[in-house]
């Protein structure tokens, strides 16, 4: 199969289970669809998010990091501007 595919159909499972909010889960899938294509985006910015909500916001910042070095998503850019601004208050 093909890895942007398959890592996409494992985005999908993520977001599901992150908007039911089983964000644990929806992270280890972002990590399946990170393993079969380290390019993407999606998955690094969305394990991001899961992050940011279980308020581990270091290892968000480093993988909003990633996905911002793949593609310059607006949705990337506000998520590491939040994430900043929270660094800043700790």
Not at 15 to 40: G, H, M, Q
Not at 59 to 79: D, F, K, M, T, V
């Amino acid at each position: 199969m093909d890895p942007e595919v398959l890592a996409e159909a494992y985005s999908k499972e993520g977001d599901a289970l992150a908007a039911a909010r089983k964000f644990s889960e929806a992270i280890a899938l972002y990590d399946r669809a990170i393993e079969v294509n380290p390019e993407s985006c999606e998955a690094w910015t969305n394990k991001a998010i899961a992050l940011k909500a279980l308020g581990r916001k270091r290892e968000a910042l480093l993988c909003i990091g990633r996905a911002l070095e793949i593609y310059q998503s607006p949705i990337a850019e506000s998520l590491r501007e939040s994430l900043l601004e929270g660094e800043d208050r700790t």
